[in-house]
């Protein structure tokens, strides 16, 4: 009796340690098993909403299983990414993360989330670089002369952009104090009327999407003079880098990264970040990005990681140092 008491026992016990294994290695084999959701911080038409939809077009066709955008705006990208914080961390609600992502918590006094604890890190999709363009009139070839002319002018020369706090008015701002000089910055409801000022004369400077400028720059309405990304566009090859023009390690640009919730499964971050770096290396997608001056990137999460931190951490210094008020 104590002998069958025993067996029992330890089968018992088997069963147990089988089971507690068992839904790991099914998340392993069977992620995705239903619809997955991305979660765009925007309203639907914009650049983050398009790779977005690009991408869930791709998993979809990869995976079998409907991946679908949806589109949460509002409260400079707060709304939006609060509501990923906040999902079951299953893999099955992610963020499509833009470049706000790392400027917001310096800019809003009480964020609902906290960006370092409360989200999973999983790849960086693409980047777009900014281009430094200048209105015809202004007597600068180069970032050299740019340089030069803010210094014999301090406070003289101006530089737009779409809004207080954005992409494009920190460029200039991290301009300003790389290079030392003293710019005004010039706030527009949007980055459209900011452009067509740059064209018309009203304004000297934009620190612009590459997207929007290069049909600008190829008609000679605009001249551009260095790209912000480390490494030279693939959009504008010929352009040289901020970097290069000696404003060694500037870096300012647009991006997309894809991130879940806190405590994201493992398997189902290793499964979205080897997909979405095979996706982003394809001819097809990879040939488009570049026309549209965008570069593919689909790093490892460490990468991603990586570049979460140090964005945070540079754009908390240029808001302080620029003197940009919280909201």
């Known amino acids: 009796m104590n002998n069958l008491l025993h067996l029992i026992s330890i089968n018992v016990v088997t069963i147990f340690i089988i089971g507690l294994h068992y839904p790991s290695n099914a998340i392993a084999q069977t992620y995705p098993s239903k619809t997955i959701r991305l979660i765009v911080p925007f309203a639907a038409g914009g650049s983050t909403d398009i790779i977005a939809r690009v991408l ?10 409907q991946v679908i955008v949806d589109n949460r705006p509002g409260g400079s990208t707060v709304i939006g990414t609060d509501v990923v914080a906040k999902s ?18 310096s800019l809003i006094k009480k964020l609902p989330y906290d960006p370092n604890r409360d989200f999973e890190p999983i790849t960086l999709i693409n980047t777009t670089p900014l281009v430094v363009v200048v209105n015809p009139g202004v007597p600068a070839k180069s970032i050299k002369d740019l340089i030069a002319l803010a210094k014999s002018k301090p406070g003289v020369l101006n530089f737009g952009s779409s809004g207080s706090g954005g992409s494009n008015h920190l460029a200039g701002e991290l301009f300003n104090a790389m290079a030392n000089v003293s710019t005004v910055h010039i706030p527009y409801k949007g ?12 304004v000297d400077i934009l620190f612009n999407g590459l997207t929007s400028a290069l049909p600008l720059i190829k008609t000679g309405k605009v001249r551009a003079l260095a790209v912000t990304s480390l490494k030279r566009s693939q959009g504008l090859p010929e352009m040289p880098t901020m970097d290069e023009a000696g404003l060694k390690g500037f870096q300012a640009v647009a991006w997309n990264g894809l991130t879940g919730p806190a405590r994201t499964p493992k398997d189902a971050v290793v499964k979205l970040t080897n997909e979405i770096a095979r996706i982003m290396k394809s001819p ?17 999460t460490a990468e991603y990681t990586s570049f979460l931190s140090s964005e945070i951490s540079k754009w908390k210094g240029i808001i302080e140092k620029a003197g940009i008020k919280s909201l």
């Open 56 to 65: 869930g077009q791709k998993l979809t066709e990869s995976w079998g299983q």
């Open 88 to 105: 079951a961390p299953d893999g099955y609600t992610l963020l499509v993360t833009p470049a706000p992502f790392t400027i917001v918590p």
């Open 284 to 300: 097809e997608l990879s040939e488009h990005l570049k026309r549209e001056g965008s570069d593919p990137v689909g790093s490892t």
């Open 191 to 202: 980055n459209a009327p900011a452009l067509a000022d740059l064209v018309g004369g009203h």
